[in-house]
């Protein structure tokens, strides 16, 4: 004969199970509030900080950078290298090279808030992944061509 314990378990086993039913079949019936990711994307809050990255001067169509370094020399990671180069005849030096390390970045915000001339900001970028350091080790100048 099989003792109490067996019906105590299989009573509560089956009770859970009929909460558990239903739980699913009242949600079943309420609002959709997720989406099918990747397909479906929501709309990114505009406080939302993704990494770094450089803003098109509108009147020029490239950076509005003027690679004065502040950035780089108030970031406390370390994250960039900025180089820049007077070409023949100019007065103001070109950027050259704009790279960040996203991976020491904290996104504490002291380089966009350095910066005089508003040539950085957050990006909207919250699909990133990779596999290696190295894949979030951004060209900057080559993300702004590449937005276009
Ligand atoms: S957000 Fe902060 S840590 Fe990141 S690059 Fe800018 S200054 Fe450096
Ligand atoms: S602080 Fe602004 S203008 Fe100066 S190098 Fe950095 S991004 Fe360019």
């Given at each position: 004969?099989?003792?109490?314990?067996?019906?105590?378990?299989l009573?509560?086993?089956?009770?859970?199970?009929?909460?558990?039913?239903?739980?699913?079949?009242?949600?079943?019936?309420?609002?959709?509030?997720?989406?099918?990711?990747?397909?479906?994307?929501?709309?990114?809050?505009?406080n939302?900080?993704?990494?770094?990255?450089?803003?098109?001067?509108?009147?020029?169509?490239?950076?509005?950078?003027?690679?004065?370094?502040?950035?780089?020399?108030?970031c406390?990671?370390?994250?960039?290298?900025?180089?820049?180069?007077?070409?023949?005849?100019?007065?103001?030096?070109?950027?050259?090279?704009?790279?960040?390390?996203?991976?020491?970045?904290?996104?504490?915000?002291?380089?966009?808030?350095?910066?005089?001339?508003?040539?950085?900001?957050?990006?909207?970028?919250?699909?990133?992944?990779?596999?290696?350091?190295e894949?979030?080790?951004?060209?900057?100048?080559?993300?702004?061509?590449?937005?276009?």
């Amino acid at each position: 004969m099989r003792n109490s314990g067996y019906f105590k378990d299989l009573y509560v086993g089956g009770k859970s199970l009929i909460i558990g039913l239903g739980v699913t079949l009242r949600t079943c019936f309420l609002p959709q509030v997720t989406v099918h990711y990747p397909r479906e994307k929501l709309e990114i809050t505009p406080n939302y900080r993704g990494h770094v990255e450089l803003v098109k001067d509108p009147e020029t169509g490239g950076s509005r950078c003027i690679v004065c370094g502040m950035c780089a020399r108030a970031c406390p990671s370390g994250c960039f290298t900025v180089k820049g180069e007077k070409k023949e005849g100019e007065k103001k030096k070109t950027l050259t090279v704009f790279k960040l390390d996203f991976t020491k970045c904290s996104l504490c915000g002291t380089c966009v808030e350095t910066c005089p001339k508003g040539a950085i900001r957050y990006s909207m970028d919250y699909n990133i992944a990779g596999f290696t350091r190295e894949e979030f080790h951004y060209d900057l100048i080559k993300r702004l061509e590449e937005k276009g």
